[in-house]
Nanobody, 123 residues
Framework: QLQASGGGLVQAGGSLRLSCAAS????????LGWFRQAPGKEREFVSA????????RYADSVKGRFTISKDTAKNTVFLQMNSLKPEDTAVYYC??????????????????WGQGTLGTVSS
């Protein structure tokens, strides 16, 4: 089970830090990913991290601004979002998957999702 939190309202240029707490089975064989969905748009990949080893991946639109990390002791993944833009406004979801790196960007390959947290960036 995944629980996302940390969304809120910020001005452009500001920061938000999202958290995704996982409960239940071990995450050693999983990749944890962040996706977002704006109104009227499809869910899009933001970032992901492999729990074992820490390999990461980012969407081009967030590279250099967002950082994904994990706290193994807390079974939690974080998404630090800096230099936010109005187009980053969306509901952010975390999910988990066992799929290979090349498919991390595909939300259909994730088999569990948190409830989503809304991040709003005002101009």
């Amino acid at each position: 089970q995944l629980q996302a939190s940390g969304g809120g309202l910020v001005q452009a240029g500001g920061s938000l830090r999202l958290s995704c707490a996982a409960s239940g089975r071990t995450l050693n064989s999983y990749t944890l990913g962040w996706f977002r969905q704006a109104p009227g748009k499809e869910r899009e990949f933001v970032s992901a991290i492999r729990w074992s080893g820490g390999t990461t991946r980012y969407a081009d639109s967030v590279k250099g601004r967002f950082t994904i990390s994990k706290d193994t002791a807390k079974n939690t993944v974080f998404l630090q979002m800096n230099s936010l833009k109005p187009e980053d406004t969306a509901v952010y979801y975390c999910g988990k998957t066992r799929i290979v790196w090349s498919e991390w960007i595909n939300h259909k390959q994730y088999d569990a999702w948190g409830q989503g947290t809304l991040g709003t960036v005002s101009s």
